[in-house]
């Protein structure tokens, strides 16, 4: 009956299921639950861009200052009043002050793992690795990203990849036992460099679309005669035809030259972006939305503020941020994408509420906080509570499974869905999650 309800599902067909559960077919009330959300929601056409802080945005320096806290913990940063009344953030945080009634935080997000490599997978996955995860070395993870999810659930839109990775792709970020199809078009280049140009996006210039379209069809005749071959023999030709024919797709399409074209944009609004890593990925992804990409995940490192915490966050890494992100929200708004594009920021974990004898903060799964705008999200509210020095949960815990049931809700991907693993294993899409209904 799950599989049923993949394209949505009617009122009147919720009532069908509510009928079902009384006779006993199989629905509790948890899948009831999440297939009235998903009602609620039919299926829409939004993207995703999911900024990914990666070591660990300290939000208890950012989002969520305990400035009543003893020195060791609240640390020497002041904090200043947002657009919202009664709402405060940290001091060299103050473009993304006024543009708040475009997000909203949750500061009572949390987890059980502060190991990089784990809380990467969870937070990009939704789902906790098992045994035998290496710490994230190796890109094939053992749960799909949220982007390959979307990929494959929704396909694309046009030439261009339905899901892409910039300026690198996560180990945890890839398609695991979902396939090539849906694997992201990963950039590999910084979009700030002034030379910046997506590797192998163009042909060689002597070389015509004409001459491309003709040896592909000479390729589909030599194909011809593996089409005898043992299927378990031809997987990774099979493989290796998918990531070709992208490739095909991508440097004969007008509208991906033009969608990686960085350059293309005005010099002001770059520079109000920032001319950082992170700012250029941010107005990328901006395009790549715009051109009917589905999902882009940026990761941008390094957060991981073990020494000198708060000199790197004062100098380097938040003002890139306070540049890059509150531009994305304005500029998404401005070009009316900000309702079709859902915005989530955050690391893998925040930062230990006490700071430690280097002047930095150590890793923290059990509170952070968590950003999210666009694409449903209601903008300008706190939902949860840390608790005084920001140690735990004060109330409304929300986790990773409540993340990735919400984005899917959101985009319109029924939460109850199943994959197969290469096993034949049945998986829900999302492992148990709830909606975070306050949000939307």
């Given amino acids: 009956m799950r599989r049923a309800f993949r394209d949505g599902i009617k009122r009147r067909s919720f009532l069908r299921v509510g009928a079902a559960s009384v006779f006993g077919l199989g ?25 990914f802080l990666r070591g660990g945005l300290s939000t208890i320096d950012t989002f969520d200052m305990k400035p009543d806290a003893p020195s060791d ?17 940290c001091e060299h945080l103050p473009r993304t002050a006024q543009q708040v009634d475009k997000f909203s935080i949750i500061r009572s997000f949390t987890h059980p793992n502060s190991n ?15 045994a035998g995860f290496n710490g994230g070395l190796t890109p094939n993870n053992q749960h799909p990203s949220f982007g390959s999810t979307i990929a494959n659930q929704l396909g694309p839109r046009g030439p261009i990849s339905p899901y892409l990775c ?27 460099s ?59 399409s007008f509208t991906a030259k033009q969608a990686f074209d960085i350059h293309k944009e005005p010099s002001k609004l770059r520079d109000q ?18 051109a009917g990409v589905r ?26 941020f306070d540049a890059a992100i509150p531009t994305l929200f304005a500029d998404l708004q401005d070009r009316g994408l900000l309702k079709q594009t859902l915005v989530i920021v955050t690391g893998e ?65 029924n939460p109850q869905e199943e994959f197969k693993t290469a096993e034949g294993r049945p998986v829900a899409i999302v492992n148990g999650g709830r909606v975070i209904r306050d949000l939307l």
Wanted: net charge negative; proline share 7%.
């Fill in 273 to 290: 972006y920032g001319r950082s890593t992170l700012g250029q990925s941010c107005l990328m992804a901006r395009r790549l939305v715009e």
């Fill in 194 to 252: 002034p030379g910046f140009s997506v590797p192998d996006l163009v042909a060689p210039v002597s070389f015509k679309v004409s001459r491309l379209e003709a040896r592909q069809k000479l390729l589909k005749r030599v194909d011809r005669f593996q089409q005898s071959a043992e299927v378990e023999a031809n997987v990774n030709a099979q493989t290796v035809n998918v990531f070709r024919q992208k490739a095909v797709d991508l440097m004969s």
């Fill in 295 to 320: 999902c882009v995940t940026i990761d941008h490192s390094n957060w991981d503020t073990h020494y000198d915490n708060f000199n790197l966050l004062k100098e380097h890494l938040l003002p890139d």
């Fill in 73 to 89: 913990i609240r640390g020497p940063f002041d904090s200043i009043s947002a657009s919202l009344p009664g709402l405060e953030i």
């Fill in 27 to 51: 629905v509790n009330f948890s899948d009831i639950c999440q297939l009235q959300a998903f009602a609620d929601n039919p299926r829409n056409d939004l993207s995703l861009i999911y900024v």
């Fill in 116 to 130: 990089h490599g784990q809380a990467d997978h969870y937070m990009l996955t939704g789902r906790l690795p098992g």
């Fill in 349 to 413: 974990f925040g930062r230990t509420p006490r700071i430690n004898k280097d002047a930095g903060r150590d890793h923290w799964g059990p509170c952070f906080s968590v950003l999210l705008g666009g694409g449903g999200i209601q903008g300008g509210r706190v939902l949860g509570q840390s608790d005084k020095w920001a140690e735990r949960p004060a109330d409304s815990p929300y986790g990773p499974e409540d993340l990735a049931a919400t984005l899917f809700n959101q985009m319109g991907i």
């Fill in 166 to 192: 910039l300026p690198t792709m996560h180990p945890s970020a890839g398609a695991s036992y979902l396939g090539a199809n849906a694997a992201p078009f990963v950039i590999n280049a910084d979009p700030n």
